[in-house]
């Protein structure tokens, strides 16, 4: 079956880095573009970024152009996100998609970005 287990949370003083995996099984990952989402208390999840299956496009939300950079390796079937220049907005439950036929979705990991 599908499985994606994202790492990498935690918390981190504004203006800090750091980088989020999300570990794929159960499918051809190479196939399937992957994408990143997050969700802040009381907000709708929203697309943070976006990757094709073999990394030559990318796709960003305004608010993390320049700061986050999603990236792949399809040799161990994870996807990564870089998270540089973190701002207390940034704070959420981070989410990795896989885009198959239907949405598959990890379970979630906690970045908080505070002082």
């Known amino acids: 079956q599908v499985q994606l287990v994202e790492s990498g949370g935690g918390l981190v003083q504004p203006g800090g880095s750091l980088r989020l995996s999300c570990a794929a099984s159960g499918f051809t990952f190479s196939t399937y573009p992957m994408s990143w989402y997050r969700q802040a208390p009381g907000k709708e999840r929203e697309l943070v970024a976006t990757i094709t299956s073999f990394g030559g496009r990318r796709k960003y939300a305004d608010s993390v152009k320049g700061r986050f950079t999603i990236s792949r390796d399809n040799a161990k079937n994870t996807v990564y996100l870089q998270m540089n220049s973190l701002k207390p907005e940034d704070t959420a439950v981070y989410y990795c998609?896989?885009?198959?036929?239907?949405?598959?979705w990890g379970q979630g990991t906690q970045v908080t970005v505070s002082s």
């Open positions: 998609k896989a885009d198959l036929e239907e949405p598959y």
